[in-house]
């Protein structure tokens, strides 16, 4: 994530994005409508009145991070487009939402992919039957074979959900924040499995990653996904060498240690074999030897950060 700048890696650019611009009100105004929800429904879902909302499409009123991650899922386009942004690091797999916006199908093929994503993660692949998925969007098992093909390819669906989601909230929440400390411990909280919704995705990743050893990797678009969220890691490891809040070294393989890191500590509170108390004290001492430079002075307070994410 380079500072002040679209990079040609195409990683998250600060400063470019404005909240509270008139265009980014029309935007907002263009998904509602695009969605078929009144604009009642867009603000009780993002739990604020509606004059507020009106301000907010007229730039009379800033949009916060959480109301843009509302809106942005209830409608199914993603927060980078939302803020009129171009930069790839949450480009989505080719058959999101995203991508379908102007698809008179997006809506339906949304609906039954949040439904299967939240099965999939609360129960697994396995357990999971086309019919469950059909009575949990509302629709006929017939109108599910419509749209997917089989189980297989909702799947996918739903793990192209969970990239939106993950990307979504880095857009919305790392615009603001100009310290690279504040925006790695940032990064890594959002990635973390620590929130209910970070749960179902981090469900939904590790039955991706079982399916792609046992299947191969060809059957998904996750691996690129991954290779930007890592970027997304190095180039905010580079920002902080180059202001010297960081230890110096190869920004890719200490991308790829904290990364593994995080991933392994993940896996271990998902399967209860670690509680989250000491997955942020594993993480906040890792970053202590590791990222933060020991002449820096925020290094106790960032770990105080981090174990308040718990």
């Not at 990079?7 to 935007?27: H, N, Q």
Request: net charge neutral; glycine share 8%.
């Amino acid at each position: 994530m380079a500072g002040g700048q679209t990079t040609e890696t195409g990683d998250y650019s600060r400063g470019t994005i404005d909240r509270g611009s008139e265009a980014t009100g029309l935007r907002v105004r263009d998904a509602i409508r695009r969605s078929g929800l009144k604009q009642r429904k867009i603000a009780s879902v993002i739990g604020i009145d509606e004059t507020k909302l009106s301000k907010a499409l007229s730039g009379r009123r800033r949009f916060t991070a959480d109301e843009l991650l509302g809106v942005a899922t209830a409608t199914g386009v993603t927060v980078r487009w939302l803020l009129g942004d171009e930069s790839q690091v949450s480009a989505l797999p080719p058959n999101s939402a995203a991508a379908a916006a102007n698809d008179d199908d997006a809506n339906p093929r949304r609906t039954i992919a949040e439904a299967a994503w939240t099965l999939f993660g609360r129960y697994g692949f396995d357990a999971v039957r086309i019919a469950d998925i059909a009575a949990a969007s509302g629709v006929s098992a017939p109108s599910i074979h419509y749209y997917f093909a089989n189980k297989s390819e909702l799947f996918d669906a739903a793990l192209d959900y969970s990239v939106k989601l993950a990307f979504d909230r880095q857009i919305a929440w790392l615009d603001d924040i100009a310290d690279p400390a504040q925006r790695l411990e940032s990064l890594l909280k959002l990635q973390s499995p620590l929130g209910r919704t970070e749960r179902g995705e981090w469900s939904i990743w590790l039955q991706t990653w079982t399916r792609m050893a046992l299947e191969g990797s060809a059957l998904s678009n996750y691996p690129l996904s991954y290779e930007r969220w890592s970027r997304t890691v190095q180039t905010t490891l580079e920002d902080g060498q180059r202001t010297g809040c960081f230890r110096g070294g190869d920004p890719r393989a200490m991308a790829d240690e904290l990364t593994s890191l995080l991933d392994g500590l993940g896996i271990k509170v998902l399967t209860g074999v670690m509680d989250t108390e000491t997955f942020s004290r594993r993480l906040r001492s890792y970053l202590d030897r590791a990222i933060m430079h020991p002449t820096e002075p925020t290094t106790a307070t960032s770990a105080d950060r981090l174990k308040e994410s718990s």
